[in-house]
């Protein structure tokens, strides 16, 4: 759907009403005459910074569950110098390294950041997804600065988007108020109207809109590979960065495939568990109450195979070649999981027990996933196999994928160590690496296992850096003394980020090939998911299939 189509679908109050411009006193920062209108923001250290700018109006209240709404332009200069309200989130559950004191939050939350050089003309623009399982995150979380990346010559973009059961709920009553008959992807409707409202206004900003990179990590990367399947995305972005990335099923909209529930499904559920007997009666219930008690019922949000915004599972799409043909920059950490234990299964008794489910489980697969996940040390193998099946078999499969159209594809291993995450038992763990990219080592969380200020870091930091905006400057991932970079089809090449980056080649060899496999004969099959349910608790491996080893 056209983005300027969707307007025609809500009440034009909506768009009139929505995010009214806060009229700025007289300038003192730097102003930008848009498109969408004059913004006024800040000076730092050649640097010109605009935050809260709103992309699209956020439907709300009697309007909950709705496309985003284009916003017409404002007259006076809005002030952009404070973050905007993150979209609405649960409270934490408990202490993570994750977590940041909530911030303050609203359901009228589509807002974005820029940071650009002062002198920028038609540079690279590097447009950042949050992660946070499509749960929690912002924009404007300080890891997030992107002072540090445009310093290197980009234009750099951070999103809201609706989170949650608010941003990823279909129900069949939904679907009836659409034009298309379709509910669910509200989150990542919020992301396609941010790259539009980019490619129309960046260049005011001294971005190129011909030249937009789109990157995440964790849901980030989900959401990145989202758009490169979504039709309604095509064109609006010309590179992608997938940071620990999972490829991971869906439910579709109505019918039960690949052993999900299906969407619209697990809508009615959770509205009877809210309480809520219509509609109207969710509409009326506050955010708060819908975010913060759906998890408890059991409620995950996710994308939803709609056959419009989304076609088909990410992985039929990529078998298809169906997704945006655009070079694609992909890695993940050698510790994912050390932070995720919530999923693993309970280990088994032993290793006979442990060897025993195996066998049962991955028939003829079994020796060759044993070899890599002996029964010797559970633990470890229990972390890499989850680790491996989830995030190292997306990421080579997404570099493979867009080799084959004859893509750039550059693959990495985060696998670098510090003290504080050596005394935890988190070595290189999941999102590790973000604060080595946007340079925010001083920026992270509370709890975030604490980042020496040394030289290694710091080398480390400024070559990640440097290969990350050159792959957005020219789809070349380039350092300066540093090695070059070579693309996955150059003898499945791959950086491997220790103490210092390394190129190496043949990643895990066979492992990547033993996992698609498995998710092959699964897809085949139809009535089972390839998420998590790895090692003991896979389902029985199903019997071979046309295409499939």
């Given amino acids: 759907m056209d983005f300027r189509m969707i307007c025609r679908l809500l009440p034009l109050a909506l768009v009139a009403t929505a995010f009214l411009p806060a009229p700025s006193a007289a300038a003192t920062g730097p102003v930008v005459e848009a498109p969408a209108g004059k913004v006024e923001g800040k000076a730092s250290r050649g640097m010109h910074i605009f935050k809260g700018i709103p992309y699209a109006a956020s439907p709300t209240g009697k309007l909950r569950w709705a496309p985003p709404q284009p916003l017409s332009a404002w007259q006076d200069v809005r002030d952009a110098t404070k973050f905007g309200p993150a979209c609405m989130q649960p409270k934490p559950r408990g202490p993570s390294i994750y977590a940041w004191d909530l911030p303050a939050m609203s359901e009228d939350c589509l807002s974005l950041n820029i940071w650009a050089p002062e002198d920028?003309?038609?540079?690279?623009?590097?447009?950042?997804?949050?992660?946070?399982?499509?749960?929690?995150?912002?924009?404007?979380?300080?890891?997030?600065?992107?002072?540090?990346?445009?310093?290197?010559?980009?234009?750099?973009?951070?999103?809201?988007?609706?989170?949650?059961?608010?941003?990823?709920?279909?129900?069949?009553?939904?679907?009836?108020?659409?034009?298309?008959?379709?509910?669910?992807?509200?989150?990542?409707?919020?992301q396609i109207a941010a790259l539009a409202w980019v490619k129309r206004n960046i260049g005011a900003f001294g971005g190129d809109a011909g030249n937009v990179t789109i990157a995440g990590e964790s849901a980030g990367a989900l959401s990145v590979m989202y758009l490169m399947a979504a039709p309604d995305a095509r064109g609006l972005f010309h590179k992608a960065v997938a940071q620990s990335?999972?490829?991971?099923?869906?439910?579709?909209?109505?019918?039960?495939?690949?052993?999900?529930?299906?969407?619209?499904?697990?809508?009615?559920?959770?509205?009877a568990k809210l309480g809520a007997s219509d509609l109207a009666a969710l509409r009326a219930l506050p955010a708060e109450e819908i975010v913060n008690k759906a998890p408890a019922t059991g409620y995950f949000p996710f994308p939803v195979i709609d056959g419009k915004t989304v076609p088909r599972q990410l992985v039929e799409?990529?078998?298809?070649?169906?997704?945006?043909?655009?070079?694609?920059?992909?890695?993940?950490?050698?510790?994912?999981?050390?932070?995720?234990?919530?999923?693993?299964?309970?280990?088994?008794?032993?290793?006979?027990?442990y060897e025993a489910a195996i066998r049962a489980n991955y028939g003829e697969f079994?020796?060759?996933?044993?070899?890599?996940?002996?029964?010797?040390?559970?633990?470890?193998?229990?972390?890499?196999?989850?680790?491996?099946?989830?995030?190292?078999?997306?990421?080579?499969?997404l570099v493979s994928n867009q080799a084959a159209l004859g893509q750039p594809a550059y693959l990495y291993l985060f696998d670098h160590g510090y003290p504080a995450t050596q005394q935890w038992k988190l070595h290189a763990f999941h999102a590790a690496e973000l604060p080595f990219l946007f340079d925010t080592a001083s920026k992270t969380p509370p709890l975030w296992p604490k980042i020496p200020d040394?030289?290694?870091?710091?080398?480390?930091?400024?070559?990640?850096?440097?290969?990350?905006?050159?792959?957005?400057?020219?789809?070349?991932?380039?350092?300066?003394?540093?090695?070059?970079?070579?693309?996955?089809?150059?003898?499945?090449?791959?950086?491997?980020?220790?103490?210092?980056?390394?190129?190496?080649?043949?990643?895990?060899?066979?492992?990547?090939?033993?996992?698609?496999?498995?998710?092959?004969?699964?897809?085949?099959?139809?009535?089972?998911?390839?998420?998590?349910?790895?090692?003991?608790i896979s389902p029985p491996l199903p019997p071979k299939a046309e295409g499939c080893q």
């Fill in 366 to 397: 079994a020796d060759a996933f044993l070899v890599r996940y002996p029964a010797k040390d559970i633990d470890e193998s229990m972390l890499a196999a989850t680790r491996d099946a989830m995030y190292g078999w997306t990421s080579e499969r």
């Fill in 245 to 271: 990335a999972y490829m991971v099923s869906a439910p579709a909209l109505r019918e039960k495939r690949n052993g999900m529930v299906p969407a619209e499904e697990q809508g009615v559920d959770l509205a």
């Fill in 120 to 190: 920028a003309s038609n540079a690279p623009v590097f447009l950042w997804i949050h992660g946070g399982s499509l749960t929690t995150g912002s924009g404007g979380d300080p890891l997030y600065d992107g002072s540090a990346l445009a310093e290197r010559g980009m234009v750099v973009v951070s999103i809201n988007y609706r989170l949650g059961a608010l941003g990823y709920f279909a129900h069949p009553a939904l679907s009836a108020e659409s034009a298309d008959g379709v509910s669910g992807n509200y989150g990542l409707l919020d």
């Fill in 454 to 536: 040394k030289l290694a870091e710091r080398k480390l930091i400024d070559a990640m850096g440097d290969y990350w905006a050159s792959f957005a400057r020219s789809g070349r991932p380039r350092a300066k003394g540093q090695p070059d970079w070579l693309s996955y089809s150059e003898d499945r090449a791959f950086m491997h980020f220790a103490d210092e980056p390394h190129m190496r080649h043949n990643l895990f060899p066979g492992t990547a090939a033993l996992h698609e496999a498995v998710v092959c004969r699964r897809l085949a099959a139809g009535d089972m998911p390839w998420n998590w349910n790895v090692g003991i």
């Fill in 317 to 353: 799409t990529f078998d298809r070649n169906e997704q945006a043909p655009v070079p694609i920059l992909a890695g993940f950490n050698a510790g994912e999981i050390r932070s995720l234990r919530f999923l693993l299964p309970k280990a088994p008794a032993d290793a006979d027990a």
